[in-house]
């Protein structure tokens, strides 16, 4: 459901304790302006109906109509100069942006 | 099925690797056609054919006016292409008929002609400076706009056919070369257009269109050093990498990215046009609009009947295949669409808004497949929810009730995005008041999604940067240059060189600019009726002070300007004040003045500058503290001193008091000299001994500075030289004898030419010493300057040593035997002796000045402008204070 190196779940965890949250992110889709919806992180706590991968300690959700629609998702910190921004590119594509901007774990 | 080839350089051409993809009917998810594939060598190669094309000039130097013709042929074109491109649009964006029918005119040619039209015959491409701004060096300035370069256009899907039509027709038209990149969802449009272009002959390499993933060709787009200029409108996400890629080469952006916009019905409003038109606001191409009114914010007074009507419409709106002329509302542009705005109405639910209607993926009857979604409305919104603060891009709308005006304002405005809203009043002014307040691109009141080719668009915080159409999008396509032509090419005569980089820090030149006409003798007075009518006026103003009017001489001057006087004012102080200045405009205002007549000495001559200039250019005095700006001529002056004197009947400086700022401002301008002088002796006759003495001496400083500053010339020096001999000679005749009308002339005289002779040359340290005691203890000008005089000419004795001595000539020193430096030291000695003689102060003290005033006024008097003209450069204050002491 997810690939995630070991080091981006450290970054995505030290965000997350950062901000006093639990580790739990969901992957979404945003819509974030004109045209281009794109997939992101939000912390967020389990559903029901949730698909739900653990690593390390870190806990990642995707409700089940949203993974049928993209499939396996990529997720992959910037660079250290943009730790706190990630790229998450999916099995398939939201649409031809994909891979190009980055987005930050939404609180 | 057709397909569509890439445009690069004049030609239609398949992808370099051969890929293709192809694009699909989001009404029926049937294929439409294939589409070649660009990928980044094919981006390489596009660029490289716009930059090769504007560099040669073959468009980018076509004057505006030939490149006019083109872009007329290039819209009659693609109004020849209308129906292809509709229906093209319709079926591979999903637009309904009704709307894309009309886009090629309308959006399209229509504006290709306007704005082709505009920057051939309006534009400002080139622009002469009149008033530079800077009082130091001359100069012509002019600027001239000129074409950015390769400017990359990246399109959306929701309005690929008008996106299109804005990103290459206003590159072209003002002379750049564009590579279009359109979404790969919608790309057939940018293609027809393509070859619309070919067709009319617009230059290869001009325009290239190259569809392809944005994920691929992005960052080559946005970093290619050979590309200029970048205009996106997309996702807020995308637009910002694309701002951080493309600081890397310091591309110019314009982003136009997303919206939440509000709508906001007051109490006051038609219900049956708020409801059509806010639902056209939001539901308008299944609300694929990123400035759609996707919060509809509601008086609580009219919530409940706003909403149960709203409900019924949406329930209406007819939802079904977009190329039926009776579908009013037709699919989104792709499943993943509906996917995302799916998502974001069960977030809705999920955040506790009620679902009025909608919120679900609709079949169309008679057709399998289409990307379709319900209008869906959801009301009690907190405008905190996601569903009002995040954009949706879909049918979907979040209503909310509102109080006051002012909260309506509050909610409008709490969004991250700024791109566009409504108001829907019956109370125009009510709604502009509101529509002022919100912070965004565009305001619709009454109306919605209303465009045009003048009317500016874009938007406010993260809706984008930049806007799109009009003379304000026109001018992103521009770069600006400004030239600027020496009027004197050489080092010595420019002030700043020689200020900053030379040791000598005289300036070689000298410009003459005397256009005061002047009317000398007994009874010149009678001639200022016939200068007034000369001078086109017919409506005087009297500007004097009470100790004319008290005096008689006043009056004189009424009755001969008999009926054309309007109205005297008589409240001028020693030191004239912003204040005065507005006082008397306000008057001239009220009286329709158009002429001015100032009967007085400095003061006076100086407020009535002031009101000339604030009367004709408006605003307040403060607004027309200026150097070198004026451009045009001031109100018409006539000047009949009473004092001989400041000189000011034939300058082009006025010197005010700003109390807030605690200094002398000046206005410096070579329109603010006066038209006429009359220098009867009539009228300085009653000027009592002591008086005539300090406005003596204030010539006497005028003269002697000019002569001395590091703008000195030959022109000047005459004058100056001769305005000494005469004040030395007739100033102790006028004051032992103050009827002698020759003794009074001559002054007379004497202070006009040394007015005219600094005017030319400027004054320096006595006069900046002088404003200061003037402005901070009430010093009398005249009186000031006289008691520096002597301190500052012995301070300057080995930096104007010629003409010091020079002017112990003119004193009457015999200098036979002594040196250069001895002569000039006696000159400060005779001026010390004249004033000894006339009885004028001679010491500080005398004015009340305190002694522990004195440090202050030095930091002020080295802060005084004219300084900087003394001919010996001014280390510090500490050498002013010493000056003041000297003559405290």
Redesign the interface.
Known sequence: MIKLSPNDCTTIKSILSEKGLPCSVRI???????????LGMTADTAEESDLIAEMDGLTILMGP??YA?VGEVSIRCVDDSRRDEFILVSEK???????????RIRS | MDHYKLFIDGKFVDAKDGKTFTTYDPGNDQPIATVAQAGIADAEAAIMAARRSFDSGVWSRLTPAARAQKMYDFADQINTQTLRLAVTESMDAGQTINFSKVTPLGFGANMFKDLSNYASFKFPWEEEIKAQGNPFDYGRDYIRREPIGVCVGII???FPMVMAFWKIGQALIMGNSVVIKP???TPLSALIIAECAKTVGIPDGVVNVIPG???EL??ILCTHKEVDKISF?????????IMQMASGTVKRVTL????KSANIVLDDADMDHAIACSAFGTYFHAG?V?ESGTRILVQKKIYNEFVDRFKKHAEAIRIGYQLLPTTHMGPLVSH??V??V???VQLGKKEGAELITGGKPVQVEGIEGGCYYAPTVFAGVKNSMRIAQ????GPVVAIMPFGSDEEAVAIANDSI?GLGGGVLSCNTARAERIARQVRTGTMWINNYHYFGSFCPFGGYK??GVGRELSNTGLEEYTQVKRIHIASFADASSNYTMTATMSDNKSLKKYIINLPTKINAGHGSLASVAKEVVDLGGSRVLLMTDGGIVKAGVAKLVQDCLSDFCVGVFDNIPQDTELETVDAATEMARKLNVDCIVSCGGGSVIDTAKAVCTTLKNGGCCNDNISWGRLTEPSVPHIVIPTTAGTGSEVTWAAVIKNKVAGRKSYIIESRLTPNVAILDPRMTMTLPPKLTAGTAMDAMTHAVEALTTITTNPISDGQALHAIRLIKENLPIAVKDGKNETARLNLAAASTMAGQAFTISFVALAHAMAHTVGMLHGVPHGFACGLMLPKVMRYNVDHATDKLALIALQMGVNTFGMDKREAALAAADEIEKLMKEVGHPLQLREFGVPEDGLEACSMHAMQDPVSLYNPRPVAGPAEILELFRQVY
Not at chain 1, 93 to 103: D, I, M, R, T, V
Not at chain 2, 233 to 241: D, F, H, I, M, N
Not at chain 2, 256 to 259: I, N, T
């Open positions: 979404e889709i945003r819509s974030t302006g004109c045209c281009d919806a794109s109509v949203l629609l594509p939201l649409n031809e942006w994909q891979g190009f901007a980055a987005s | 959306p899907w929701n979404a790969s969802v993933p944005g994920g992005g960052k409108t997309g996702s807020t996400e995308v637009g910002r990498e136009e990215l997303g919206g694929q990123c993943q669409q996917a995302t799916d998502g974001y995040e954009e949706i891009f995005f993260q809706s």
